[in-house]
């Protein structure tokens, strides 16, 4: 992203006293961890509306922030096709939003229930009860490996932002989000991570507000030239009923693809299981999973809604370069249009990091949650000390941030389109993992050998859609659970009869003879 000026002393202090407090706030309200459940839970006494801006929080990036706008920014290029992405911006990314919604309700009803039966720390428990040991290592290694890959990914893609505005290298930039968020997520486990969340949630929205309202300011006709401008090129379109699974955004693959989506992500990934675990009840996690549905919504309606104001302001005013891609529309806008030395960019630019820091410091809890309880323990099969698995939480949380460090700094040495390759292939976790639950769910005499034929069946089958296909991504979620789930459950028909393949029981009646 080629700039010609570096930000102003007066942006950058606003931006850096954002870092500063972060941290310093992330520490101050998680000190007094005495043992392990108050570093990865939080005492189990959290309130619902915090777990709610956190799940939000955490579940928008860096990457959501920039790029949801250049859905809707973008136009029609001379020679382009029906499928070509930079077609008919709009809003029809919210039928995936609303997709999300469903699958929410979908989890409250169904995998919530078995989260709250006995103590548990990791989503993955829930499968060892089922199945065994071995089907759930093989889960949490999903979840870590693709989260890691995935979170140090959006890492470097925050850096870029970053490395522009204050001209240091990029791997400086990315050790300066890096260790900001591990100092805090380290010293106050998920209390930290949740309240930080919430804070987060409120400066990023409150940055996208103050973009639009400076867009809207600058426009000579404000409001209403823009909603007249949506009217003429056709933005406030939201309703796609088309049936090629090629493309991204239509009614069906918004619902049933976001459904299976959210059913994934939020059903079956640590990250989000571990904050539902945090709440006080039951009922209060299943509050804060649907309330965070119609947030989500109401949070990309504003994205959006960004993305047609930037499209209408840049129809009247001419960048200084073309833009190579829409992903980089508001970022320039940002450092290019926006009053230098007045702290808006410093503002908007913490907004950007906001979003990338409630994903990252979530993901170094919960991935230490995963790592401890899902491989050091069994490993360990002695008893330690509360105070012993405290710190050896606090060391992966160490551990878990310099990967992705490591992989933020590597992934500048590869093209673009290989990155966006990585971040397509973490996303196979959220249906492959739903395909494993739903046999657990599901099925009574599918044990752990065939349901780990069926995970790796469904691996293959997703790397083929992935390479071999034009399958929008938006099916993934469907496809993978969908394979995963008919062939374990064809495996363990060519199995029955065999000696040891299995249970004879689901997860709700071996959870009850337990």
Request: hydrophobic share 55%; with cysteine; proline share 3%.
């Amino acid at each position: 992203m080629p700039l010609d000026s570096a930000i102003a002393p007066a942006d950058l202090a606003v931006l850096l006293a954002y870092l500063v407090g972060i941290v310093l706030f992330g520490i101050w309200v998680g000190r007094g961890q005495r043992n392990v459940t108050d570093y990865l839970l939080g005492g189990r006494d959290l309130p619902w509306w915090a777990i709610l801006g956190s799940i939000v929080a955490t579940e928008t990036s860096t990457v959501t922030f920039l790029s949801v706008p250049g859905l809707a920014f973008a136009a029609r290029q001379p020679g382009a096709t029906a499928l070509d992405p930079q077609v008919g911006g709009d809003l029809r990314f919210l039928q995936l939003a609303c997709g999300l919604l469903v699958g929410r309700c979908l989890i409250v009803y169904f995998l919530l229930p078995l989260f709250f039966r006995g103590q548990l720390f990791s989503a993955y428990e829930v499968l060892q009860h089922r199945f065994g040991g071995a089907t759930k290592r093989v889960a949490s290694l999903v979840f870590l490996l693709t989260r890691n890959v995935g979170d140090g990914l959006r890492l470097f893609l925050t850096a870029i932002v970053l490395t522009a505005m204050i001209d240091l290298p990029l791997a400086w930039c990315v050790v300066i989000v890096g260790v900001s968020t591990i100092i805090y997520t380290f010293a106050g486990g998920i209390k930290s991570v949740i309240w930080s969340d919430c804070i987060q949630f409120v400066v990023y929205v409150g940055g996208a507000i103050l973009a639009l309202a400076v867009i809207l300011h600058r426009l000579p006709g404000g409001w209403w030239e823009c909603v007249a401008f949506a009217q003429d090129t056709g933005k406030f379109r939201i309703l796609d009923s088309s049936c090629d699974l090629r493309l991204n955004f239509t009614i069906w693959s918004g619902i049933i693809g976001g459904a299976f989506l959210a059913l994934g992500t939020h059903g079956t990934d640590q990250m989000m299981v571990q904050r539902y675990l945090c709440a006080r009840r039951q009922r209060d996690a299943g509050v804060a999973l649907i309330a965070s549905g119609a947030v989500v919504i109401a949070q990309f309606a504003l994205f959006l809604l960004l993305g047609v104001a930037l499209a209408c302001f840049y129809a009247h005013v001419r960048p200084a370069a073309s833009f190579d891609s829409t992903d980089r529309v508001l970022s320039r806008f940002i450092v290019e249009e926006l009053p230098a030395g007045w702290g808006l960019i410093g503002v908007i630019l913490a907004a950007v990091f906001a979003a990338a820091m409630s994903t990252l410091s979530g993901s170094l809890n919960s991935s230490a949650s995963a790592a401890v309880h899902d491989f050091y323990l069994p490993w360990r099969r002695a008893a330690v000390s509360e105070r012993h698995l405290l710190w050896v939480s606090r060391g992966c949380t160490v551990l878990f941030g310099i990967i992705q460090i490591g992989i933020g700094i590597v992934a500048q040495y590869f093209a673009t389109a290989v990155v966006n390759d990585v971040l397509a292939i973490a996303s196979f976790a959220a249906g492959l993992l739903l395909g494993i639950f739903a046999l657990g769910v599901f099925t009574r005499r599918v044990g752990q050998r065939a349901a780990l034929v069926g995970l790796v069946t469904g691996l293959l089958v997703l790397t083929w859609v992935k390479f071999g296909t034009p399958v929008a991504y938006t099916w993934y979620g469907v496809i993978g659970a969908a394979t995963t789930f008919a062939a374990g459950l064809l495996a363990s028909c060519c199995w029955a009869g065999a000696q040891g393949d299995g249970s004879t029981s689901s997860l709700d009646e071996s959870e009850t003879a337990r």
